[in-house]
């Protein structure tokens, strides 16, 4: 029966939410009745009302929804629910419901709700009943069990009262019949669709299933976590032994080989760099000393200027100069190695070709598409990227190198032959790029089949859920008709029985009637001998008549018993003869 003052449909979320069917809690259910109280469609006062009901219902499974029910408006409803439960009257409720249960499992989850809600306000002097009904309780010998912090968490942080508004708080677009209002439950806020089309849980209000939220709480909410640095013994053995703590976490770690030549190119770049700015100071020193003659500032701007002679001060410090840094300094030693360098760009160039030959490879394309799968990288294309970054690299370095020397790029023959390289290997490049977009269309066809497979399957869950209660209807329905049939064989038995019974009754009022006809036959056959022994008795002379009639001596005599009889029978047998 509904409760008065209780919207249709909260009864029917209620009931949906506390059905005694459900396999696991109805979280959506339970969520949009959160909703319902918290947007004040339903009073907390009448939902209590309609809660408690499904709280003392004799199936212990509605019981015990309907007391996930009571948790989660506790802690999703905010003051509106608590101001109606930390009452003494409501917590009086519960623990008569504690006492007078039969179902072992409700009691223990009042118990649990009890003391988290006792912990959850015990710094709010206006919910003071609840810590006074928990110690009343633990001194009725109530067993209370472990306490868990985390069932308390909405104590510290309650989520926000829901903020009403004509706009978005975000984009200050206007609500209309298409463009519907959403709340963020983490912030309180009123969002459009667009701004709020994300889900996500909400540790700090306790609330453990995904719900609306808006973007900014979302990115708030799943913002990564940094880690500090702890020993690996203080890891959770579940992420040691998971496939993500095998993955090399750390992007690879340079040789020393490839550390010393990246930091020998910084230090030779940092050389052109003050050799580059020392020129232009002596550039700049020539022309303000011959500014006045037009023929020499015309030869400063088409020819270089000439180099001065170094100074004795100059001479001896590029005497006393560390051979290390004079490594550096020898542009032949890096001519050399930039030759090297090219000379093994063009032996790659010619031993593989710009378009790889998809039959002509040793690996089978099974084997390939199986690598692909596990998400390993194919070597040949890993090499080709590593040699075309070093190419680009080597190209930028040299551009810039020239660039801060003044020098130009169409006069460096090194630029020119990495760019024909680089333009070389961009149709093999083109290549991979086209591989890889086929790669992806097929990884989205694959995404396309998990998604109808999961939608197949979601299906095929319904369809067993269909199935299972089909059985249980069936089997409900055979449980009726055999209680029927045995309804049945029992009011036959009864009919039975009572037959037999009448018969029995009409036997022994048969077997009564002949005991009386027995006995009216035998008095009738002692009348005629009584008639006989008369009619004897009156031909003996000297009797006088019936024995009735006489003296009382002869009364007397007549009355004597068997043995007189027998004495007297031969006088009759005499007399009659």
């Not at 067993?143 to 308390?152: G, K």
């Not at 299933?209 to 990564?224: A, G, I, L, M, S």
């Not at 009637?513 to 008369?534: S, V």
Request: with cysteine.
């Amino acid at each position: 029966m509904p409760i008065i003052g209780i919207s249709s449909n909260f009864n029917k979320l209620l009931e949906k939410a506390t059905s005694n069917l459900n396999l696991e809690p109805e979280w959506p259910t339970i969520l949009s009745i959160c909703d319902l109280i918290r947007q004040g469609d339903v009073s907390p006062k009448n939902a209590l009302v309609a809660i408690n009901k499904k709280i003392t219902h004799e199936n212990p499974h509605t019981a015990g929804f309907g007391l996930l029910v009571l948790e989660s408006c506790v802690k999703n409803c905010g003051s509106p629910i608590h101001d109606e439960v930390c009452t003494k009257q409501y917590m009086e409720q519960l623990k008569e419901i504690a006492k007078t249960t039969q179902q072992e499992s409700v009691r223990k989850k009042i118990l649990e709700l009890i003391q988290a809600w006792a912990y959850a306000f015990r710094d709010s002097p206006k919910y003071r009943a609840v810590q006074d009904t928990m110690r009343i309780m633990k001194a009725e010998n109530f067993e209370f069990p472990a306490l868990q912090e985390s069932d308390a968490m909405f104590s510290a942080d309650i989520a926000p009262e829901w903020v009403d508004g004509d706009k978005c708080h975000r984009c200050r677009v206007a609500f209309n019949t298409f463009n519907r209002k959403h709340h963020c439950r983490a912030c309180g806020q009123v969002f459009c669709s667009q701004c709020s089309g994300k889900f996500s849980t909400i540790p700090k209000y306790g609330i453990e299933k995904e719900v609306r939220v808006c973007n900014t709480c979302y990115d708030q909410v799943n913002k990564p976590v940094v880690v500090t640095s702890k020993p690996e013994t203080d890891l959770p053995i579940e992420y040691l032994t998971s496939s993500l703590a095998q993955q090399q976490q750390v992007p690879p770690k340079k040789t020393e080989e490839e550390l010393r030549e990246e930091e020998e190119l910084q230090i030779a770049l940092a050389l052109s760099q003050s050799e580059a700015e020392h020129k232009e100071k002596e550039k700049k020193r020539a022309t303000s000393a011959i500014i006045s003659n037009s023929t020499a500032f015309t030869k400063i701007h088409y020819s270089p200027p000439p180099s001065p002679e170094p100074s004795p001060k100059i001479i001896q410090e590029e005497e006393e100069v560390d051979p290390e840094l004079a490594k550096y300094l020898n542009r032949q030693y890096w001519e050399q190695r930039q030759s090297a360098l090219e000379e093994q760009t063009a032996r790659l160039n010619v031993t593989s070709p710009s378009a790889p030959n998809i039959g002509s490879s040793p690996m089978p394309q099974k084997v390939i598409a199986i690598k692909q799968q596990n998400g390993e990288v194919d070597p040949e294309m890993k090499s080709f990227v590593e040699n075309l970054r070093s190419q680009v690299e080597i190209f930028v370095n040299r551009m810039k190198s020239d660039s801060s020397r003044g020098r130009s790029i169409a006069n460096d023959s090194s630029v020119q032959t990495l760019f024909m390289n680089i333009t070389a290997l961009h149709s093999r490049l083109l290549k991979y790029i086209q591989d890889q977009e086929d790669n992806r269309v097929y990884y989205e066809g694959l995404q396309d089949k998990l998604t109808q497979i999961k939608d197949a399957r979601g299906a095929l869950d319904a369809l067993r859920e269909e199935h299972r209660l089909a059985l249980l209807r069936e089997k409900q329905e055979a449980e009726r008709k055999k209680q029927m049939q045995m309804a049945q064989k029992l009011e036959i038995m009864r009919k039975k029985k009572q037959e037999y019974l009448q018969y029995q009754r009409e036997l022994a009022l048969r077997n009564i009637q002949e005991q009386e006809r027995e006995m009216q036959m035998r008095q009738e056959q002692q009348k005629q001998q009584y008639k006989q022994l008369a009619g004897g008795f009156q031909s003996i002379p000297g009797f006088m008549g019936p024995p009735n009639q006489g003296s009382p001596v002869r009364q007397m005599q007549f009355s004597a018993g068997p043995e007189s009889q027998r004495q007297q029978q031969p006088l009759l047998g005499l007399r009659v003869q």
